[in-house]
């Protein structure tokens, strides 16, 4: 943004969503070797009292104690996570859905194969989110800054405008009253986003906002968006 230039290759650190091991692994690491790093964060499963994890867990405890599964759910036929009629995965085909679809796809699936209950069979390191007071003490790191992550891990550019700024503000508003401080870096959840949602981000508050890759041609001279390089 400023035009400077390091002398030598530089890396800026980045992790997605907020897993407990952010606090219980990654903040001792950081702290020793006195590596910086951003922490992405998604706001949801920092309200919740019971398990927290984020919907594409359930879906990795579905094919992981039930591979070969057949089943019907929101009007599609699924054999082995796949859709009979175009052979697309059932996570791709949830992140094309409106939020209200995918809640009522995910309730429908925990019902019927008890995914809530198989998931804490799995060992929590595997899918855990922090909890709100783990939160607080990775911000208190020199070494750790926080950034919003959604709130739900939607797909923000398959879904309308007002239902995407309305996640992010969620977002935004649960990690601040957390940490106590502002909030103004976003990474969008799958790298999902449109040009109208870079602009909305940018009234919400959000100065630095990440990709994965690149959408958009306007993209590549627009300094509020960076892509990234995944690990």
Known sequence: RSGFRPKRKTLAISFDDGFTNNYTVLLPLLEKYEIPATVLICGA?????????????????????????????????????????????????????????????????????????????????????????????????????????????????????????????????????IVGQSINILAYPDGSYTRALVDASEQLGFTHQLAVNYQHLEDLNDPRIVKRHGV
């Open 45 to 177: 499963p920092l309200l919740v009292t019971g398990p927290r994890y984020l919907w594409p867990e359930l879906l990795q405890t579905l094919k992981y104690f039930h591979p070969d599964a057949a089943f019907e759910v929101g009007g599609v036929r699924f054999e082995k996570m796949r859709a009979v009629h175009n052979g697309q995965s059932l996570s791709t085909w949830i992140k094309t859905l409106l939020p209200e679809e995918r809640f009522s796809v995910l309730a429908e699936l925990m019902e019927r194969f008890n995914l809530e209950q198989q998931l804490q069979q799995i060992p929590r390191e595997a899918w855990e989110i922090m909890s709100a007071d783990q939160l607080r003490a990775l911000y208190a790191s020199p070494w750790v800054e926080i950034g919003a992550h959604g709130h739900w891990h939607s797909n923000l550019g398959n879904i309308p405008l007002a239902m995407a700024v309305e996640d992010l503000k969620m977002s935004k508003d649960v990690l601040e009253s």
